[in-house]
């Protein structure tokens, strides 16, 4: 079974990768860019087969390496 | 006194914090490998700075979780004193250790000069030589030292006077240039709730010899061995 994790900056934490980004498109020509944040995508190929129990095992997964909660924040995708 | 410097694979400032104690207090510390899960009984554990574990994923966040980081908890629980530098900060607080994190460099730039930092409290073993209000010039050489927290955890480590050092401007230098890499507050270092772990983004092992340029940071290592030898 498939899963996804999307991390992002939480609010309020700067992002000067986005920032930069942002500058880019804005000088490449692309109007109206309001604002960028970037994050990451972690994809896992998982040996367990219920989708709830898949879930739960890659919020664990996030909690204690994937995301560091301080400063980030996880969503969990699991591929039906 | 009793030291452990904890080797990571990709740490790479171990031998300066080596000649830096080893110029304090006369005496050779261990050099431990991260595998191992356990140490003996230590007066001060260093995490040197380098680049361990390539920065994967985030920065101290696979160093957090090697064999030895459940023996340095031990054993910093008990009150041993532990010093995290540059990357070894990065692990500290990826580890729970320290509260907040480092980010990535305001300027996105990896910063390699000197800074000038100011002791802001006379009251732990590693600002103690200094006393509050001290400038002292030492080098830093990183990208992701931006430091982060809630304004909560901000507030408290101010109010409690755990910020240990700061980053501000030097003789003749501007000030908009004396923060290196954002920090909230101009943040350089900071020390735990019972004021016996540091991190610090700066390196101070880097200006202890007179070949280094400066040898301010002497004090730092001075103080330590002065309060546990």
């Keep these: 079974m498939k899963a996804r994790v999307h991390i992002t900056l939480k609010n309020g934490v700067l992002d000067p990768q986005g920032k930069a980004i942002e500058h880019a498109l804005t000088a490449l020509g692309f109007a109206g860019v309001k604002e960028v944040r970037q994050g990451k995508l972690i994809e896992l190929e998982l040996a367990e087969q219920d989708p709830s129990k898949a879930r739960a095992q890659v919020e664990e997964m996030c909690r204690k390496l994937l995301a560091n909660q301080v400063i980030e924040n996880f969503e969990v995708e699991v591929e039906a | ?229």
């Excluded at chain 2, 980010?103 to 930092?117: M, S, Y």
Aim: aromatic share 6%; proline share 6%.
């Design chain 2, 1 to 229: 006194m009793r030291a452990a410097i904890i080797r990571f694979p990709g740490t790479n400032r171990e031998n300066d914090v080596i000649a830096a104690l080893k110029r304090a207090s006369g005496q050779e510390p261990l050099l431990v490998w991260h595998k191992e899960s356990e140490l003996p009984d230590l007066d001060l554990i260093v995490l040197p700075g380098g680049f361990a574990f390539g920065d994967y994923l985030r920065p101290g966040a696979m160093a957090a979780l090697s064999p030895v980081m459940k023996e340095v908890k031990r054993q910093a629980a008990r009150g041993v004193a532990v010093v995290g530098i540059c990357n070894g900060f990065q692990v500290l607080t990826e580890a729970g250790l320290l509260p907040g994190a480092l980010l990535r460099n305001a300027d996105l730039r990896f910063v390699c000069r000197d800074v000038h930092l100011r002791a802001e409290t006379d009251n732990s073993i590693f600002t103690s030589s200094y006393g509050r209000g001290q400038l002292l010039r030492v080098p830093i050489a990183h990208q992701d030292g931006n430091y982060f927290a809630d304004q909560g955890t901000i507030d408290r480590l101010e109010g409690e006077e755990r910020v240990a050092f700061r980053y501000v401007a030097g003789p003749g230098e501007a000030a908009e240039r004396a923060n290196p890499n954002g920090s909230l507050n101009d943040i350089a270092g900071i020390l735990s709730e019972n004021r016996r772990i540091l991190g610090m983004m700066p390196h101070p092992e880097d200006a202890t010899d007179p070949i280094q340029g400066s040898t301010e940071g002497c004090g730092l290592f001075d103080g330590i061995v002065k309060s546990l030898a």
